[in-house]
């Protein structure tokens, strides 16, 4: 049989169905599993009790493997953070975004490279894993010439902080994931695959994943939208490959937005093109 990682799910793609209707969190949980998935990550808990989505996914056959938690709820309680997603037993927290105030090349940015090694640290003295989930904006080049995602991880020392590369936000850098991947090597322990189509030079891409960018006074005469895994633009068999080879343990299938299909159905597509590659 095919060598392969296990798969799993980001729950953002489904927020939709599960902010609205938590009490819809079982069905769907076993719907996916029917899909094909292995695991699931976090994006919120829906006001669900930790005890019972940790049972209900034992149940199912669903490994709680990481959660996206904001930034600002790990700087004002990382204990609380820690406990609340030991008790669904997750082995993964991640940063999933940097507000503006803390990326590369702004005032902020040594002040979150400190708070994020407090974090980590917090995060390790629990059992978990601290990672960062990146976009594009980490591809900005500091002074010293290297990309700040590469600072991040040169400045945080491996075991308080791990590396969750987004492929397809590495794609739109202008880098290639493979080559990351590569670089990164087990300290990429999750590989997000978001599949996507850009053409042009669209503007405002941020808005796409409902956050709140500073207006851009170019002309926007691209198209840029998220697609599901296997129905963009990413070549798949080299990161699939890649993510194997360096010893990773989960690929999460992810997709910020749905367009004119639902979210289960965006699901289905991706689960289904990657077994079409023995995945």
Known sequence: MMAKLPVGI?????????????????PVMRELKAMGYDGVEFAGLYGLDPEYIRKTLNEIGLVPVSAHVPLVDMMADPQGVADTYKKIGVKYIAV?????????????????IRIMKEIGQVMKDNGLNLEYHNHD???????????????????IPEDLLKVEPDTCWIKVAG??????????????????????????????????????????????????????????????????????????????VEQDEHYDISALEASRRSREYLKILGW
């Open 96 to 112: 999933p975004y940097l507000p503006e105030e803390y990326r590369p090349n702004t005032d902020g940015y040594d002040e979150v």
């Open 175 to 252: 880098q290639d994931p493979v080559k990351y991947l590569k670089k990164y090597g087990r300290r990429c322990a999750i590989v997000h695959l978001k599949d996507f189509i850009k053409e042009g030079n669209p503007k405002n891409m941020y808005k796409l994943i409902g956050l709140d960018e500073e207006e851009s006074t170019e002309e926007d005469d691209g198209i840029f939208e998220f697609r599901p895994v296997g129905f963009g633009q990413q070549i798949w068999e080299p990161i699939l490959n890649a993510s194997l080879e360096i010893g990773s343990e989960w690929v999460i």
């Open 10 to 26: 980001q729950l953002y793609n489904l927020r939709d169905i599960l902010e609205e209707h938590p009490d819809q969190f079982e």
């Open 137 to 155: 904006f980490e591809f900005v080049k500091l002074p010293n010439g290297e990309f700040g995602f590469d600072d991040i991880y040169t400045r």
